[in-house]
Structure formats: C-alpha cells, structure tokens
C-alpha cells in the first residue's frame, strides 16, 4: 500500500473528526498525537485529573484500529507486570512465554511516575527498540508501537521522577490544559446525562484505519525534504540548549534527530513536501521542554522552562 501525501492529509482529517466525535476540543493534542505517530514517536501528556488525557488515548486508537492496551502504573508494579513472564507448562513441561499488557499497538502508561525506577525502566527497550526482552530471548513488538504515558502535575507524595534516560524517549511532552469555557460547557452538556463509563464506540467512534494504513503513512514521509539550511538549524537550536548558562543538562542528538523527524511529519499534514523553520519552531518547546535542566540558580529565580527554550528558538537565526 503507497500513499501520497494528499492521502495522508486525507486521512489524518478522517482521524481528527472522528476523534473530535468523543473528545471537545484539545485540537491541537490530536494534531500533536498525530505528528508523533507519523514520525513513530511516543508521548507524554502531563495534565491535572479529570482532563480527559486516558480518553483521549483512548479515542486516538478506536479512531486508528489499533489494539489498545492500558496499564495503571502503582508503587508496587513489577517490571513482569509490564513484560510477562515465561510460566512452566505441566502438561508439556516447557516454558511458556505469557505476555504482558506491552503486547500492544498502543499502549496507555497511566500515571507513569507513580511506579519505581526499576518498572519504569522495563520500558526503555521497548520504546527504543519495539521489543522486549524476557530470560533472555528477544520478542518483537508490533511495527505500529507507540506509548502514551498520563503523569499528574499536582501531586507529589507517592510519585517517582522519571529518569532523563526514560524521558529521551519520548518524542513529546505534551501539557494538557483546561479546557475554555464553552468547551467545558458542551463537555457537560455531552457527558452529564450519560451514566456508567465512557467509551468512544459509544459515541460513535469507529476506526478509520489500520496498522497497514499507519505504516504507509508514516512512510510516505519520504517523500518530504529536509534541507540542509534546516539540517544546520536544527543542529544549532539543539546545540544551544548545551552551552545556555541556566542549563545543566542540554538536548542530546537524539533531540536532534527526533526534531527533525516530527518536524516532517508536522509538513506533511500541512500538505508540504518540504520542512521549513515554523515547523521546527512549532515542534521545539514540546521536544525538548522534558529534555533539559535547570541550574540550582535558575530554579531558585523561578525561571519557566517553556519560556526559557521559547528564547533559545527566538535567539538562533533561522534560515530565511
């Protein structure tokens, strides 16, 4: 299957009406959700509860056709929780390989950092790498693999910091908002009647597409162009996060490159076969806002990091 890049606009529009059947407003999540699938990108959404960040993982998959999956990450998950285990067969007396909720298309990590470093950690090869590895044999994920992870801003007794090498992996990181007051109302007016849980098939959601789809999508990047221009001004932005005073910790080339990617996925869905520098000024603070590092100094001034990285693009020269 071949698609162009007017049948990946086509179907990224399919996707956001169909998403915008079961979740009012947060348009410019779903674009976001949307650039980090094409570019094969996982994401973390930070918000405070009761703002819709598991529904609209949720609705994203219904409306795609993947296999969803949801785990509810607690202080006492075992990495084997996440994984499997090989369990021993009585009747055949051989190992058998159980597997675990990351057997998934998409899989939703929900309050990610409410589970120690160790479980956290059973996730950095498969976000990487899409497999998993169990006694020492290697199982592949599905080509169509992407994690979105839910973290809650608010609390902090029982929650574990996600370590740097956790956050590099993930593409975004997403702050979901309030939603406006004429939003919240026709929330309200959706929601309030209705009783029980709240599924997107019954709202009407149904899949628009396949793992097959999202793979030729994803493909037809190809057929954008980064320019070189773009290349070096990609590469001087993330540079600068390393040699900026109030950073300890800069963007690794691994920020590079994913900058880069998502930045012709976000042409492509605006129809372009090339990248120009508002695609990767759109894309840098939510690249790299979870990528960096304060100094003690800057902590203490209360500097904000999405205004800090906001300067950093207004301060490297783009390509004209």
């Known amino acids: 299957m071949t698609m162009t890049l007017d049948d990946v606009r086509s179907l990224a529009d399919a996707i956001r009406a169909e998403t915008a059947k079961a979740i009012v407003g947060q348009e410019a999540m779903v674009d976001m959700l949307l650039v980090a699938l094409l570019s094969e990108g996982h994401v973390l959404?930070?918000?405070?509860?009761?703002?819709?960040?598991?529904?609209?993982?949720?609705?994203?998959?219904?409306?795609?056709?993947?296999d969803f999956g949801r785990i509810q990450f607690t202080p006492d998950l075992l990495p084997g929780d996440i994984l499997g285990s090989n369990l021993f067969n009585f009747q055949t007396s051989q190992f058998t390989l159980t597997r675990g909720p990351i057997f998934r298309d998409l899989l939703l990590a929900d309050e990610i950092n409410r589970t120690p470093p160790k479980t956290q950690a059973a996730l950095l090869e498969a976000m990487q790498e899409r497999r998993v590895t169990l006694d020492g044999e290697t199982h592949l994920l599905p080509d169509s693999f992407m994690v979105i992870a839910t973290q809650n801003p608010i609390e902090n007794q029982g929650v574990y910091p996600l370590p740097e090498a956790q956050l590099d992996r993930f593409l975004f990181k997403l702050l979901v908002p309030y939603p406006a007051e004429d939003e919240e109302e026709r929330i309200v007016t959706t929601y309030g009647q209705r009783s029980g849980p709240q599924r997107p098939a019954d709202l009407g959601v149904a899949a628009v597409t396949n793992p097959g789809g999202i793979a030729a999508a994803s493909a037809a990047l190809g057929q954008v162009t980064v320019a070189e221009e773009i290349v070096r001004y990609v590469v001087r932005l993330v540079r600068a996060t390393r040699e900026h005073s109030e950073l300890t910790v800069g963007a690794s080339p691994r920020a590079a490159v994913l900058l880069a990617g998502a930045a012709r996925a976000r042409a492509a869905l605006e129809g372009r076969n090339y990248v120009i520098p508002d695609d990767v000024k759109a894309l840098a603070v939510p690249v790299l806002r979870h990528r960096l590092t304060l100094s003690p100094a800057a902590e203490i001034e209360g500097r904000d990091m999405e205004a800090l990285v906001a300067e950093l693009v207004e301060a490297t020269e783009a390509p004209r």
């Open 45 to 66: 959404l930070e918000g405070p509860p009761g703002t819709a960040k598991t529904f609209l993982a949720n609705t994203f998959a219904t409306a795609l056709g993947l």
